[in-house]
């Protein structure tokens, strides 16, 4: 079974720290993503990455960087957290760019 | 671009009742198709796909679902709810011929089961 792990379940920061959430993959899949899901918006696509040290952004990637130097790791930083960032983030790993298989979703809290 | 719209935010059943949750899409030609389950607190799960052939297709847990071009619809239906299928159901589209090769996602359906 493919397994998409993420670093945290819940993380808790502060206003204007800077923020890394990791996610790891173990089945080779060259195409990784990350979104964040909140209430009646669904899941908001923010960068997304076909290859290793390739990145392409999404439909909301304002606020946000990726960083995927290992074809397993595939990391998004928040360079200094504001409050609208509080979300669910999603990571997603597919062979292809349409069947994704989804890590268990970090929330984010930032006060 | 492709476009995907979920007309029912909530859905309420009975536990033993059948169950049909919406999809609609726009695209000018035959897209893939997907369904995705998420459970409270969890990432979201395939429950099936579509990308040719049989326009019914069957996935996990016993969801099926059919692909109705003239209605540019992909309804995902089960013939008998369970409590644990309470959750919220996305509907996603790709566009496999030109444009943008990132599935759209529909922004859900929460379904609630009673018992």
């Known amino acids: ?111 | 671009a492709q476009s995907v719209t979920q007309p029912d935010i909530h859905i309420t059943v009975s536990e033993g009742a059948s169950l049909e949750l919406r999809c609609n899409y726009s695209y000018g030609a035959t897209p893939y198709l997907f369904w995705y389950v998420q459970s409270p607190g969890q990432g979201l799960q395939l429950l099936l796909k579509y990308f040719s052939g049989d326009t019914l297709v069957q996935g996990i847990k016993g969801f099926e679902a059919e692909f109705k071009r003239s209605q540019s619809s992909f309804n995902l239906r089960k013939p008998s709810v369970h409590w644990s299928d309470a959750a919220e159901y996305f509907c996603a589209v790709g566009a496999p011929a030109g444009g943008s090769y990132i599935p759209t996602f529909g922004r859900g359906t929460s379904l609630i089961v009673h018992p």
């Not at chain 1, 995927?68 to 360079?79: G, M």
Request: some cysteine; charged content about 30%; aromatic content about 14%.
């Open chain 1, 1 to 111: 079974d493919v397994k998409v792990t993420q670093s945290s379940r819940y993380l808790v920061k502060r206003t204007g720290e800077k923020v890394f959430l990791e996610c790891v993959q173990d089945m080779d899949h060259e195409n990784m993503f990350w979104y964040r899901q909140d209430p009646g918006l669904g899941l908001r696509l923010i960068y997304f990455s076909y290859d290793v040290k390739m990145k392409e952004k999404g439909d909301i990637p304002e606020g946000y960087s990726v960083s995927r130097e290992k074809k397993e790791r595939f990391s998004l930083i928040l360079e200094s957290a504001s409050t609208n960032q509080t979300s669910m983030y999603l990571c997603a790993s597919s062979t292809d760019f349409y069947e994704q298989y989804f890590g268990p979703g970090t929330r984010l809290t930032v006060t």
